[in-house]
């Protein structure tokens, strides 16, 4: 996966709490197990009007002109709660949000996102008012996320700490995933493959 170490863009508020999985990709964009193309369904119900996806809501965040452009969200309390479809950071990763930032989340949701390079950060219900401040702002003002240092900087050269879990972090910082983190004992893994050959050829 893309490695994550700065992102500068702009965040769009999603005051909305308890924005569960269904919301975030609904199910009928589960029927494909492909990580591309589920930007269009991203928070379908709430941005089109119609089914299909051809009328948009002019009131839904993501439709406004100012956050089109999107590549941080900050949203309400207990962020991707719900069923454990790992649908929805593809969704999101696919629309182009790399970051996600929140006071709490929902814990598989929370884990899917490191597996595929989106970063979550947990703030304080403080720290998260101000970022909302900052992003509804709009295009002017965009948010800078540096992982190495672990602060978020606003607009207004304010500076929000967040704490991550260090081998999270450095999966991330290496754009390691799960096949990533085994490929790097490849080496190891070849080595122990040729001695159990020679040891036991008949296996």
Request: hydrophobic share 35%.
């Amino acid at each position: 996966m893309d490695k994550f170490t700065v992102l500068e863009g702009v965040a769009a508020p999603l005051r909305a709490i308890n924005v569960d999985t269904d919301m975030i990709i609904p199910k009928d964009y589960l029927k494909t197990i492909r990580r591309t193309g589920l930007g269009k369904g991203l928070f379908a119900e709430h941005r089109f009007k119609d089914k299909d996806g051809t009328v948009e809501n002019p009131d839904f965040i993501l439709n406004k002109p100012a956050y089109r452009n999107t590549r941080i969200l900050v949203a309400g309390d207990n962020f991707g709660c719900g069923s454990s479809r790992e649908h929805a950071p593809w969704a999101l990763l696919d629309y182009g949000i790399r970051c996600v930032i929140s006071t709490s989340f929902g814990d598989i949701f929370y884990n899917n996102c490191f597996k595929n390079g989106i970063l979550p950060i947990k703030v304080s219900p403080r720290d998260l008012e101000k970022l909302f401040d900052d992003a509804d702002r709009g295009a002017n003002a965009t948010l800078t996320v540096d992982l190495e240092k672990q602060e978020i900087r606003g607009p207004d050269g304010g500076v929000v700490r967040f704490e991550i879990d260090p081998f999270r972090k450095h999966c991330l910082l290496n754009g390691l995933d799960d096949v990533g983190l085994t490929m790097v004992k490849k080496d190891k893994i070849e080595s122990f493959e040729a001695k159990t050959r020679a040891e036991r050829p008949w296996i």
